[in-house]
C-alpha cells in the first residue's frame, strides 16, 4: 500500500497547494487523466483471474506512475511558483569547483553535429524505464522488483520537486548567454524551463492545463535519476544489462545539453536515485516483516478507493470555483 499511499499524498498535496495559492487546472478530461483509474480498474479485475496476474501488477504500475505524475507535474509549477531566489549561479561555480567546464561540452559538442541527433534520441529515452521497466518486470514475474522501482521512482521525484523548489534553477543556456535553439541544434528539453519559469515567477502563469505541463526541474535531475533507477530495476536480467547501461549512458552524457543541466545536477539526481533506492528496499523490508492484517477482499479493493480518492481530490477545487495471489502489497 505504500506505493498507493504516494498517490493519495501527492493529491493531498496538490489540493492544499492550489487551495493556498491563485494557480487553477485545465484539461482535466485528458487521456492521460482518464487512462489511470481505467488502468486501475482492470489491473484489479485481472488480479481476480488465475491467468492474469501479470498483465495485472504491470497495468497497476502503469497506473500507479500515471497518476503520481498527474499531480506532481502541477505540484512542480506551484513549487516554482513561490519565487524562491535563484540558483544559476551557485550552480555554475560548483561546476567549475569541480573542474567541469559546459561551455567547453557546449562548443565540443556545436562542433560535431553529427553527434546532435545522437544527444536528443538519447534524452528521449527517459520513456523507456517508465514504459519498458513496468512490462519486462511485470511480465517475467519479478513483482517486488516492480513495486520498488515505482516506489524508488515516485520518491525520486517527491526529493527532486521540493529542491527544485527550494533551489530553483532556469538552466545552462541562461547563466552562460548561449543559444538553444539554431539551426543545427534545439534544446527540448530546455524549453519548456526557460519559457514557463520566469512566466511563473512574475506571476503571470498560474493557469495549469495538464495536458501541456512540460518538465521544468533543473537541480537535481531527473533524467539521471531515471537513468540509476532503469539500470538498478533490471540489472538482474543480464542480457539486458549491456543495453541499459548503453542507453543510461547515453542519456547522462546527453542531459546536460538537451536539457541545459548543469554537471552538479546529474549528479544530484544520481545521488537522489541511490537514497531512494535504499529507501524503497528499506520499506519493502517493513512491510514483509509486518504484512497488515487484512483479507485478501480488502487489500484488493483498498488500491481502488485510493485512486478515487486521489483522483476526486484533484477535481473537486476546480469544479466548485468553475460552478489474486499477492506478491507484497505496497
Known sequence: MVNWSLVAGSALALCIGLAATTFTLEGLMTTEVLAAPALTVAGLWLMRRSWGERPAFTMLAFAQMGCFVIFAAPLSYIGLGAGMPLQDTRFAELDRLLGLDWPAYFHFAMARPELLVYAKLFYAMILVPAFGVPVV?????????????????????CVVIVVSSLLPAIGTYFQYGLPSDTELFKANGYGGQARDIPMLRDGTLRTLDLGKLGGILTFPSFHAATALLSIWSLWSIWWLRPAMLMLNAGMLVATPLVGGHYFVDVIAGLSVAALTIQASKGLTAVVVANPPAVSTQTKSAAPGRLVVFALAAMFVRPFRKQGGRDALSV
Not at 511485470?138 to 525520486?156: E, K, N
Open 137 to 157: 518486470l511485470g511480465l517475467t514475474g519479478q513483482y517486488i522488483r516492480l513495486q520498488q522501482f515505482v516506489m524508488a521512482s515516485t520518491l525520486a521525484l
